[in-house]
């Protein structure tokens, strides 16, 4: 841990008067689709250290998203500004697929160290990205056009990638220009006892009509964006064991659940599964953009040799500045074992979030693995949509100075992934602060009676 975060510290009411400055400006200027604004909403970020950011009001808040769970670290961790700051001093851009850096290089050695023996890598700029090569490389390897995705998956919104995403309101305007090939499958719900069902619904997919159109079986571990979802043991497993059987690729999207997330360095660890192809990005650099798809040496064999033209490649492919800070933040959560720190510390703050949502009507469910936690809420009476409910709760707990971010396919999750070095006493007081935010909610449902 680099730093001591603290508790938040407000002025006043927020967002305060830059904030609303800086959205009017923003929404000036901003397609109205991207951000989000109201009066209390959101808030400008000018610096962050550790797990507290400070807005343009000079704000502390402490953050329990870890910018969608980036800095696994925590923001701005010395070893990555000065891996950053070294690197920016001897070459901040190279030439891509032609002229590469050689801290691309290292950074190339040591993800193919997380895959299978030979493993072989493609860099990318976004988690987006890292699945269209996914998805690409599949393609190129067995011929075949299409993929089986699951039900509350988000892979991302480029057009490859949301061909595998599944939700309407992301997907129903572009429908007719994405792959035709797609089919999904019932993702298990969190808690089941196993996952029979589901993995029969794929088996008979696959081996079914179609099912010989079938490249491969993309799935994230634990659902992030959909809710914080985790399936029930042997679901990995048993899905590798399927795919095998019927000659699919499997494609694990650990761009969120990778390096240690989920108290594992990655959540298919837990069964020991090594998928075919492995997305990873987020906490990879540590707040750089960068990605990777990392793949055995015989699916991506399935790709030429380059005689000059890259079939996949972009202008900052490799970027040095981002390989830099990729090797400090994984260089980081090794040596730290950030992994095992979040198993630990995950399961105390999942017990204490548990005891405190007893008391509430609104809370549901409160499930986790690691330092990836949701908290959904309903209105037990079905008259308040859960959606507004965790909206409220956010819009709260940011008047609190704590930062939190909504989830689930129908918005009725708060997902907590804060930085994995958070401070145990943060965690203490982030239960107390929920269980104030939750009261308020319980209000509001009572209102509405």
Not at 57 to 79: C, E, I, Q, S
């Amino acid at each position: 841990m680099h730093t001591t975060s603290k508790p938040p510290h407000l002025d006043g009411p927020v967002p305060a008067r830059r904030s609303k400055e800086l959205a009017a400006r923003l929404a000036a200027v901003e397609s109205p689709n991207v951000t989000f604004i109201s009066s209390r909403f959101p808030v400008f970020w000018k610096r962050a250290l550790g797990s507290n950011v400070w807005d343009a009001d000079d704000n502390r808040y402490v953050d329990l998203t870890a910018a969608f769970g980036v800095a696994a670290a925590g923001h701005r961790h010395p070893a990555v500004v000065e891996a950053v700051r070294a690197q920016t001093e001897s070459l901040v851009h190279a030439m891509g697929d032609v002229h590469p850096p050689e801290v691309r290089v290292a950074l190339l050695e040591r993800l193919a160290g997380m895959g299978p023996p030979g493993a072989r890598v493609v860099l990318g700029t976004s988690g987006s990205e890292a699945v269209e090569i996914a998805l690409k490389t599949a393609t190129l390897f067995t011929g075949r056009p299409g993929f089986l995705a699951f039900s509350g998956a988000y892979h991302g919104l480029t057009y490859g990638a949301l061909s595998v995403t599944d939700r309407e309101l992301f997907r129903a305007p572009f429908i007719a220009q994405l792959n035709p090939h797609v089919v999904r499958s019932p993702y298990p719900a969190g808690g089941a006892p196993d996952a029979s069902v589901e993995l029969g619904q794929v088996e008979r997919i696959l081996a079914g009509p179609g099912g010989e159109r079938i490249a491969g079986v993309i799935l994230e571990p634990a659902l992030g964006r959909g809710g914080a979802v985790f399936p029930p043991a042997g679901f990995l497993s048993g899905l590798a064991a399927i795919c095998r059987k019927h000659g699919v690729l499997l494609v694990a999207d650990e761009i969120y659940t990778g390096f240690g997330r989920t108290g594992w360095r990655l959540a298919c660890d837990t069964e020991g599964v090594v998928p075919d192809l492995l997305c990873l990005g987020k906490a990879m650099s540590g707040g750089m953009p960068i990605s990777a798809c990392v793949g055995s040496a015989e699916v991506m064999a399935a790709w030429p040799r380059s005689q000059g033209e890259a079939m996949h490649t972009s202008t900052f492919l490799g970027h040095p500045v981002s390989c830099a800070a990729a090797l400090a933040a994984i260089g980081l959560i090794e040596e730290l074992d950030l992994p095992s720190r979040a198993r630990d510390e995950g399961e105390r703050w999942l017990r204490e979030l548990r005891a405190m949502a007893e008391a509430h009507p609104v809370a549901r469910d409160v499930r986790g693995r690691g330092l990836m936690i949701g908290l959904q809420l309903h209105d037990p009476h079905g008259r308040v949509p859960p959606a507004q409910i965790t909206a409220r709760a956010l819009v709260e707990a940011l008047g609190e100075g704590w930062i939190l971010l909504g989830g689930g396919v129908t918005g009725d999750v708060i997902t907590l992934s804060p930085a994995l070095t958070i401070e145990r006493d943060l965690l203490h007081m982030s239960v107390e602060m929920l269980d104030r935010v939750l009261g308020t909610c319980d209000e509001t449902v009572r209102s509405s009676c």
